[in-house]
């Protein structure tokens, strides 16, 4: 083909090689350079390449001079160049992200095949991904691991992908063996030395006072099965307003605790909270910088191009209360003012006052997260006391079930509440007298 066009060309001469002395690799170089050198390649093209020439019996590093990349860029090229052409293709189609495509370069091969017989509508999402590994899997971090790690005698993988190494460890009955004993180790020590201990779901600061063991502190704890992550809190009382109502007896004459708050209520607790540091963030350009910079450096997961995402918020009632909030409606309307000042060069003439504060609505706007002990963190940090612009609506009364909690907040608030009133009364009655100046709860304080 080549001699054909260089005749129509009428090109006289052509430069051959003689390859027959070469080594496997120096051929699939030579057949590759042209084509690297001479045009564009895709992301996928250059992880194909590459996977052939190491293939071929090149090192890595050798790779790495030849094309001027690091070794771990290398690394990284080579993990996803191995990846089945299905998974690649599902890339350049850009109907899975580069966080997805990297999670699944150092995932295991059946954990790949499994990902490749998804349907579209249950692939998971890019900020999903991580959970899914781990659910599937049984893939844990080293560094949430409790319990000695020479006592680990299973596969290891480090993330090529990660800001600094990380090391997963892929047998996941036997991190939950070592990790059971090690929890049940600590338990005791505390309880030996006097702590009465008490397991919840997951930590929520605003719903417990740090209290001293004399005065019924206790050690709450948590664990989280999808990412292995326990964590101990010593000397906390749950929050009167947020802890278990009186016990009542159930059928079969045994006290039983009655929740005060529902989960779809304590999510929505926690959006309302992250919203109040993300409008915060509108004001703060310093605090928008720092945030930025962490989740970049520790590429984490509350990072999202994307808008609200309502994480563990269920039903529609929350939802639009949260999406219709104060805060959330300065932080969109801030943003759509700038929407159309993102040309390069118009951002390059701006004085750096004005580029930080672009920043800090774009971190506002961007940030979303599920996790409430981040944004508690940035809080402490920059001093917020509460949530700012709050208001307590029809849907967060609706939100406490509890009526002995209805009435200890009636009497906090001073409104009047019959003796016998029913819940849906007293709640009527704070929806009806509670103003926005009047009352921040303790579970919105940070």
């Known amino acids: ?145 409790i319990f000695d790690l020479d006592k680990y005698a299973g596969p290891k993988i480090t993330d090529l992908f990660a800001a600094e190494d990380e090391v997963w460890l892929t047998d996941g009955e036997q991190f939950w063996i070592l990790q059971t004993t090690a929890i049940e180790a600590k338990l005791k020590d505390y309880e030996a030395k006097g702590w009465k201990v008490e397991q919840v779901d997951y930590w929520q600061a605003w719903a417990f006072d740090k209290t001293a063991k004399k005065k019924g502190g206790k050690v709450i704890w948590c664990k989280d099965e999808k990412t292995g992550t326990i964590a101990f809190y010593v000397g906390y009382k749950r929050h009167q307003a947020a802890g278990t109502s009186p016990k009542a007896k159930g059928c079969y004459g045994e006290p039983q605790a009655q929740p005060e708050i529902s989960q779809a209520f304590s999510a929505y607790i926690r959006q309302v909270r992250h919203n109040g540091v993300r409008a915060e963030l509108l004001d703060d350009t310093k605090a928008a910088l720092v945030v930025n910079i962490c989740l970049m450096l520790k590429n984490h997961d509350s990072w999202r191009l994307d808008q609200i995402h309502m994480g563990s918020v269920k039903g529609p009632a929350y939802e639009e209360d949260i999406v219709n909030g104060t805060d959330y409606s300065a932080i969109e309307e801030a943003y759509l003012k700038i929407c159309n000042e993102n040309e390069p060069k118009l951002l390059y003439k701006m004085s750096e006052a004005a580029l930080l504060n672009r920043l800090a609505i774009v971190t506002a706007w961007k940030w979303q997260t599920y996790q409430n002990e981040f944004s508690d963190k940035v809080a402490k940090a920059i001093g917020l006391i509460d949530v700012q612009n709050w208001q307590p609506t029809e849907t967060f009364w609706k939100g406490i079930k509890n009526k002995t909690t209805l009435i200890a907040l009636a009497k906090t608030l001073k409104v009047v509440h019959l003796k016998d009133a029913t819940a849906t009364a007293i709640r009527k009655l704070l929806i009806a007298n509670v103003k926005p100046s009047d009352w921040r709860p303790k579970w919105l304080k940070f």
């Open 1 to 145: 083909m080549r001699v054909a066009g260089a005749r129509k060309a009428r090109i006289k001469e052509i430069v051959c090689l003689d390859v027959s002395a070469f080594t496997s690799s120096e051929r699939v170089e030579l057949s590759l350079s042209e084509n690297i050198d001479r045009k564009n390649m895709t992301a996928m093209q250059y992880y194909a390449a590459f996977n052939q020439l190491f293939k071929a019996g090149m090192p890595v590093a050798k790779i790495g001079q030849r094309f001027d990349k690091t070794e771990r860029k290398v690394q990284q090229l080579l993990a996803i160049g191995s990846l089945p052409k299905k998974i690649r293709d599902l890339h350049d189609a850009e109907e899975i992200g580069d966080r997805t495509l990297e999670a699944l370069a150092i995932a295991t091969g059946a954990n790949v095949v499994r990902y490749t017989k998804l349907s579209a509508s249950d692939r998971p999402r890019d900020w999903q991904i991580q959970d899914w590994l781990s659910g599937e899997q049984g893939m844990f971090m080293e560094k949430f691991a």
